[in-house]
């Protein structure tokens, strides 16, 4: 599934949860799912920056895909990267780098996705850009 | 004091729904809300008077620069200084030590030492972190107690006669506590000469503050914490001790005489604010200075006992919540708090979906969430517009939201 089809995919299942206390429970159950991250991997260079709760998110390469793994100390920021760690997972370095699409536009989230540059979603994002495009260069 | 209800009502803000429900607001540790009458001094100046203060020779620059003026005389007052020459306006509590570290350590000798406490708020420790680089000052910590309070015993060993200033938090924005300044003021006196500044940004919205009865040198004050607007704020300083100290920041207005190679400084208050100050911000400042008056800081300080007492009945009887609350008698409306097994940021998402507005993070006291091994709790603070219905309420979407996240 393109990085596309699957924004649109989870966009349509946010949409199912009116109000933001269901779409919290929603990001929560994700988190919940989330249980392959192993603990040795949350150390500091694996750690996203400007989130209020510690958020790791840590790349792979495999056969020409990238794969991230992700995690964090609270259960909506955790199901959050784990919803954009899918997102990305399983695309090539270049179609990452080249992909345009504004998650905090798609995603109605509320606080937790206002478009504010300090923003922890923003940082998690940046980290993924970051780290494809240094393999596309 | 006036009815809450009645209060609620002089603050447009409450009349907005959060995500459905009404607004449960909890945060004034961080900022409070501001009244009408705050919000349309500001804009009356705009419509009415606007023009820069001290320079005209027109009616409006001197209506604007009288009302500004006038927000001293009415500070003054507010916490009995001697002076209105005493009241340096600067654009809160954190310029306010900046300008203090800056402008008095500068003065001292190299190995000199400053007293602090282990639960200051960041603004009371950098800027003397800052001054300490450049002058090869060292700080020391007063310790903080498993109660939360400051370690009394701790604090006079540290004086000595290497003290040069004490500076501390008078009502803590983690857990409440209320140091004895009086006491403290006599044990520097008595055992050093150093210079006693009080951090007044959760104290002076709650709290009457004498300058001249607490014993203390210089006081720092956050306007937007008191139903002023933000950027604005007050240091006050003992008139002889502001004379003798150099300006902080260079410009237009705080001068008397200025030359190519030199110049003079203006008297007291004005060499120390430099350029065109915020008067509009002054003016709304003094508009909040009013509003409390009128309520008198007396009963503000009263509803803000009773409802701590109320607030710490009711989160106390839901179970697995910490609290980090002094257990002294007298203390603020502050509970910063935390669940085993469920995050803060978590808590404070999940209590705003119920309308509930509180803080999570460390809330600028980075070091001392770290003394407690904890990476961050969420915060409720009480003011003059809530009652026990919104500790109720506060309760409730907690032990809702513990359902969900546990």
Known sequence: ?????????????????????????????????????????????????????????????????LHFKSDSDALIAKGLV????????????????????????EFELGVILSPARRNGAFSMLRMIKEFSKKLTN | MKQVSKI??????????????????????ATSQKPNIVIDSMSEVYKQNNA???????????????????????????????????IVFTKGCTEGFNLLANSLCKNLSEGDEILLSEIEHHANIIPWQMASDRYGLIIKYVNVDD??????????????????????????????????????????????????????????PHREVD?????????????????????????????????????????????????YDKATWAPIPHKFEAGTPPYVEAIGLGAAVDYL??????????HSDHLRLYAKNSLEKINGLNIIHTDSENAGCTFAMS?????????????????????????????????LKIDATFRATGYIYNDEKDFDTLANAIEESLKILR
């Open chain 2, 211 to 259: 300058v001249q009865e607490l014993g203390i040198d210089f006081l720092c004050v956050s306007g937007h914490k008191m139903l002023g607007p933000t950027g604005i704020g007050v240091v006050w300083g003992k008139k002889e001790l502001l004379e003798n100290m150099d300006p902080v920041y260079g410009g237009g207005d705080m001068i008397e005489e200025v030359y």
């Open chain 1, 82 to 105: 784990t919803l954009i760690a899918t997102i990305y997972s399983d695309e090539s370095a270049q179609d990452i780098a080249d992909s345009e699409i504004d998650l905090m536009e």
């Open chain 2, 52 to 86: 820069n203060v001290h320079r005209g020779t027109y009616v409006l620059s001197s209506e604007t620069t009288t009302k500004y003026e006038d927000v001293r005389n009415k500070f003054k007052k507010f916490i009995n200084a001697n002076s209105p020459d005493e």
């Open chain 2, 293 to 302: 008056s009128d309520l008198t800081m007396a009963e503000v300080q009263k």
């Open chain 2, 339 to 371: 669940v085993d097994g469920a995050h803060a940021t978590d808590i404070s998402l999940m209590l705003d979906t119920y309308g509930v507005a509180v803080r999570a993070g460390h809330h600028c006291v980075q070091p001392f969430h770290r003394k």
């Open chain 2, 147 to 204: 109660n939360f309070n400051l370690d009394m015993n701790h604090l006079e060993s540290q004086l000595t006669e290497k003290t040069k200033i004490v500076s501390l938090v008078g009502e803590s924005n983690i857990s409440g506590m209320l140091p004895d300044i009086k006491t403290i003021s006599n044990l520097i006196k008595n055992k050093t000469e150093a210079l006693f500044i009080l951090d007044g940004a959760q104290l002076v």
């Open chain 1, 1 to 65: 599934m393109s990085i596309e089809a699957k924004v649109e995919k989870y966009k349509k299942t946010l949409s199912l949860f009116p109000n933001p206390q269901e779409k919290y429970q929603y990001l929560i159950e994700q988190a919940k799912l989330n249980e392959d991250f192993p603990p040795e991997l949350r150390i500091d260079e694996f750690k996203v920056n400007g989130c209020q709760s510690q958020v790791w998110l840590v790349p792979e390469e495999k056969e020409e895909k």
């Open chain 2, 8 to 29: 609620k009502k002089d603050f447009p803000i409450f009349q907005r729904l959060i995500n459905g429900k009404e607004l449960t607001y909890l945060d004034s540790g």
